[in-house]
């Protein structure tokens, strides 16, 4: 008995132990890396596209909605509640009355409005101006004809109505950062002493190196943040991003596929890995302009005769997951049930003999140095592509030259990586027939069965239906292959044992709502 | 002396010209521009976004005229803004000038600290072991990448001992500035390691020095009075481009240690075809580089008073 007495006191003893190490901790720093480049471009987030920048502004900056990374949605940020009307125009919000900006103010409804109208600034290019359209009357704003939009009223100070000029989930739009909102008071001063929502409070910025935010009092969800202190340290190099983080200098590393392997290899540090499934698809997109590339025998040809599993094994060291059409696995009109082009050369070899190629053809493939979707994935490609007959002959461009390459539309196909989420509708329009080559139908598709579909989608209020559709519109896509199929990117992020709360954010891992994130004593930054 | 500034500013303008100019043509022939790098990552920037911004910042402007308006603009000491960051150039080549110059008078000050005492000492005794072994650090020194050499010690001196901080400006004090500094110094300790030897053995072989020694003058006298003296006219020459050019080649070491300095500024502008941040960088490091010399120049003739600049 005295022995049964004993166990179950040690592991009660244990439990609680559990419970306190679950137990969010009170204060300790976060110490985050931008590791896409040397510098931030800018700290008013509504002027700059760039995820490097939102890294920061998630903690300084709050949208009308957030991404729910567990939920796998967007949900409600700044309003406690909505109403929308039975056409699906009309979303009433009951916002937040507890919201208030880093300069003491609380945030009205009139903040939500000057935000929005001035992103439509048409003397400015500001990049959130594409999602504030999708309000009634946004484009008079924009094209200089209206001062105020037409779709935004507000009640009450703390209630807004906003009328869609057509029917879309609007969180899809405005979750993103550069739709935030923002104080009209702090505008000339917002790109060098940001004041925003969000859960840190702006301390410094010393640009090329770090930024520094504290613990805002006065944040709208009770307890939060955990943490005194948000850094953001700006690490571009890898390798010395693995050294800080080896020496407990940083709490978390972005990492790339040479150092995943590593990483997952030792058996510290595989513990602290932080897997997602990106809306990243990467693809070689074919420019029908081409002849070969005009007839659909050729497109799956090639998606036939490159071992596709055998690149993202070895080069890609398994830091991806094999794309089976355009919409990533995140999507929720992604088909489970689809399988991947399998590798077979002597399919592709009678497809091209069936379209008028049984000797093959050469092309030119515009390509960055990118080591995830750029020259080395091509080097591997043009032996397989050889063996059915095909010529494959890369150009080098820089990576930020590659848009300007798809939307003149003088290549002849390009490897890249397109942002595929988080609205699949919006995401497969850039395969509607409808759609410019500029706006990102860089393939020309032209298919009347898929706009068909995507006109259906359009329509339907049944999100059910919808996701069915744009299900159905994904599927047939695959079987035209306008692009090489590759990967969807498997974003890793390596965290310290002290770090929790972490969330798997499909949009963008880096993107952390930080207030939710918190340390334990272990960690050596105080 | 005055006069002799006075020319050497002189100089400047038509060396500053030919930079203007040059950048600017380079910028307007290589692809790319600022608009379609915001969507490298995949984040594609809405077309009429795209052909707004372009009509803000003038992109489309006849070539000329935009010519004509950046070296208006430059005269007058405005170097535009960015476009990344939307703010003047002035300020953000201000926020770098300090951690640079700070980085670059670091490594200056290791490479002359080790540097020269190190060429001297080698010249003295000549195929000794000091002046194998100096010259074979001088050599290694010379050779070795800075990456690498950077990644090493941040993997010594931060992660394995834990003596400083690996990366970082912290509050920009000497605990961050060591392992940049020495990184970025140690090629220039190499280079003056060699040069001073160079020179040192060369005035060693000098007449006056044999006479003045065999007048009978202590060997120590020779060498600080004579020697070093003599020897320090192609040792300044080469600290003064040394430190010049540090300014603007940092940036393997900036950016692996995350060091906020003008070299990152000016490779971040680069591939975002920030245009007018680019002018303006390459401007500042040009004119840092012109200043130092001229600094060198009027530092011959206090050395040396055979130097006239008639």
Known sequence: MRKLACMAAALAVFALGQAEAQTPRKGGTIRFTAPYAASLNSLDIHTTPRAQDDIVGKALNRSLYSWDSAAGKVVLELAKSVSVSGDGLIYTYKLRDDAYFHNGRKMTADDIIWSYTRILDSSKGFPGVRYIRIIKGATDVEKGQAKEISGLRKIDDFTLEMTLADRVEPGYYLFNGTTAILPKEEESRLSSHPVGLGPFKFVEHIPGSRVVAERWEKFYKPGKPYADRFVLLMMPEAAARDLAFRS????????????????????????????????????????????PFSDKRVRQAINYAVDTDLIIKRLVKDKAYRATSWLPSASPAFDKSMKPYPFDPEKAKKLLAEAGYPNGFEFEISTSANESWGLPIVEAMIPMLAKVGIKMKPKMVEVTVLTEVAMKGEHQAFIGSSLTGPDSLATLLCFYSKTPRTGCNYTSFNDPAFDKLIDEAKQS?????????????????????????????????????????????????????????????????? | MLAVLLRRLLNVIPTVGAVILLIFVLFSVIPGSFTSTGAEDGRMLDPQVMERMRKEMGLDDPILERFGRYVGHTLVGDLGKSFRTREPVTKLIADRLWPSFKLAMAAMGFAVLIGVPLGFIAALRPGGVVDSVSMIVAVSGLSLAQFWLGLMMMYLFGLLLGWLPSFGYGDGGPRYLILPGLALGVGPMALLARTTRAAVLDVLNADFVRTARSKGMAEARVVTWHV???????????????????????????????????????????????????????????????????????????????????
């Open chain 1, 248 to 291: 407990k200098e940083i709490d978390t590393s972005v990492l790339g596929p040479a150092q995943y392997l590593v990483y997952r290899g030792d058996p510290e540090l595989s513990k602290g890995i932080l897997e997602v499934a990106e809306m990243f698809t990467r693809s070689m997109q074919f420019n029908p302009a081409y002849k």
């Open chain 2, 228 to 310: 070093m003296r003599n020897a320090l006219v192609l040792v300044i020459t080469t600290i003064g481009l040394q430190f010049g050019s540090l300014m603007g080649t940092a940036v393997v070491v900036e950016k692996l240690f995350s060091w906020p300095g003008l070299g990152s500024l000016l490779v971040d502008s680069v591939f975002q075809r920030d245009i007018p941040a680019v002018q303006g960088c390459i401007l500042v490091i040009v004119l840092f580089f012109l200043a130092i010399n001229t600094l060198v120049d009027l530092a011959y003739a206090a050395i040396d008073p055979r130097i006239r600049y008639a």
């Open chain 1, 461 to 526: 209020a049944d999100p059910e239906k919808q996701n069915e559709l744009l299900r159905q519109a994904n599927n047939l896509l695959y079987e035209a292959a306008p692009v090489w199929f590759f990967n969807y990117n498997k974003a890793v992020m390596a965290y310290q044992p002290w770090i929790h709360g972490l969330q798997a954010n499909p949009t963008e891992l880096t993107h952390q709502y930080v207030e939710d994130v918190w340390v334990d004593e272990r960690s050596p930054a105080k």
